[in-house]
């Protein structure tokens, strides 16, 4: 039957148009029912040849369609599972893996690069002034320097001694320098024992070792009733002395340069101590100010009485939000308060109280945006993704699997908190570029942290974490800095076979994938813990275990 001519006077079709109800009928009735079961037949042929078709074809990622495709699946459950756990043993001796071809590849560096730490580089640093030891300090490379290939591990890595035997024992392959064994024999630092090397907790200022040097304190200030909860150990050494604090529930930053007495810092952090590298010379360190309980030095060699008192003032400050500031000769004032009995900037609760307890920077207002209600649906939000995370990756339920762990991005220090009942630490990193800064809360919460901005190397050695958390990272620094920069600093502070969990968009996410399997890391993208209706997505990633090549004889 033909069909009949439009009514001049009947709307022109628009696609946001709707028909009129009158209209619809007369168009239904207008078919007759033989036609209308014919073309349901006929369009139900062509969409399961057009399905069968589709499914057949293999689906390609793109930043376009990866949103759409999870609207209808799980990620998770269309992935091989992951295998977090450590295998490589006393045995190993795995020279570093052929790079896949699909990717652009990250080629290892030379071996001589195995303890690169780009932003304390030797050689670098006399090009400063060596007055007020300013040479010794962060003198970053400019982007032309910056390495393009992975920093290997020393031929024969092991997996570090779990916490607690990890405070005594380290394996010689993971820090081979014997030269501390020699010029501190006589103060019993360390001692070298075959393939190990033995800490028995001595130092320049405490012959009897550590422990028994903070029983002295304990006889001075009360160490055990949750008032003392972090410390700052300044020239630390070996941080013997943040090592044993562990065990009173004090959490200790250790901090020395990297200078004659080889690999200090890097011995802590391998005892699985929090350290990094830094020293009190023309810049401000990087900690918010009222962030310590306790400060420490034994035999800093700190010049305490020079420059009017300049360093005594800064560890007074220890420190004011703001990151490599100058530092200056006057003390920095504290916040006011109504009479002598009040304490300035608000009384911290005792440890572990604190931890969830309201900080005084946020009862006081001082942290723009963020109040009590913000933070405590932070610490259920976190509670929340934790939980979450281990059903990705069980191993993170598992104390002593993870030690040493890095959040790149931390914010209220919630991911830290949701931790804390498992044997490890957490570095809390707030980028200089955050809109907000609130390592003054975190410190507050009785955690720890620096300031860190990620368009350069972190002031630490190779291999240092366990574990990264990176939430949001590479949103905050897009167009900041390249991509591959930041995950090839996130290579090298990562141990073999050490784990990272990315939260971003999926546009960054599927980025990071790209450039992660050039990095020959093992990965999978997970869907946000609410559903697959979720832009943020989840990316785990496993570092493979790879050394350099044995030494040639020659």
Known sequence: MPFPMANPSTPSYHPTSKP?????????????????????????????????????MPTIPTAKNQLASKDCLNIKNNNTPLDF?????????????????????YPPCNVRYSEYTPCEDAKRSLRFNRDRLIYRERHCPEKSETLKCRIPAPFGYKNPFAWPTS??????????????????AVQNWIRYEGEKFRFPGGGTMFPNGADAYIDDIAKLINLNDGSIRTAIDTGCGVASWGAYLLSRNIMTMSFAPRD?????????????VPALIGIIASKRIPYPSRAFDMAHCSRCLIPWGQYNGLYLIEVDRVLRPGGYTEMETCLTPLPEVSNNQEIAGGELEKWPERLY????????????????????????????????????????????????????????????????????????????????????????RGLIGTYQNWCEAMSTYPRTYDLIHADSVFSLYKDRCEMEDILLEMDRVLRPEGSVIFRDDVDN??????????????????????????????????????????????
């Not at 004659?260 to 699985?272: D, M, S």
């Not at 992660?516 to 990633?541: C, T």
Request: net charge positive; with cysteine; proline share 4%.
């Open 167 to 184: 405070r005594d024992l380290v394996w010689y392959a993971n820090v081979p320098h014997k030269e501390l064994t020699v010029e501190k």
């Open 357 to 444: 307890a309201i900080p005084p920077r946020i009862s006081r207002g001082t942290v723009k945006g963020v109040t009590a209600e913000i933070f405590q649906k932070d610490a259920e939000l976190w509670s929340k993704r934790v939980s979450y995370y281990k059903n990705v990756n069980s191993q993170l339920g598992q104390a002593g699997r993870y030690r040493n762990v890095l959040d790149m991005n931390a914010y209220l220090g919630g991911f830290a908190a949701s931790l804390i009942e498992y044997p490890l630490w957490v570095m809390n990193v707030v980028p200089a570029e955050a809109k907000v800064n609130t390592l003054g809360v975190i410190y507050e």
């Open 20 to 56: 009129s109800k009158s209209n619809t009928i007369s168009s239904f009735f207008s078919w007759k029912s033989t036609n209308l079961y014919s073309l349901v037949v006929f369009l139900c042929i062509i969409s399961y040849l057009l399905g069968s078709w589709k499914h057949s």
């Open 85 to 105: 756990n450590p295998h490589h043993n006393l045995n190993d001796s795995s020279l570093s893996p052929s790079l896949p071809n699909t990717h652009k590849s």
């Open 509 to 554: 996410v599927i980025k990071i994938k790209n450039i992660i399997d050039g990095l020959d890391w093992d990965s999978q993208i997970v869907d946000h813990e609410d559903g697959p209706h979720h832009r943020e997505k989840l990316l785990f990633a496993v570092k493979k275990y790879w050394t350099a090549p044995a030494a040639t004889k020659s």
């Open 260 to 272: 004659t007495h080889e690999a200090q810092v890097q011995f802590a952090l391998e005892r699985g």
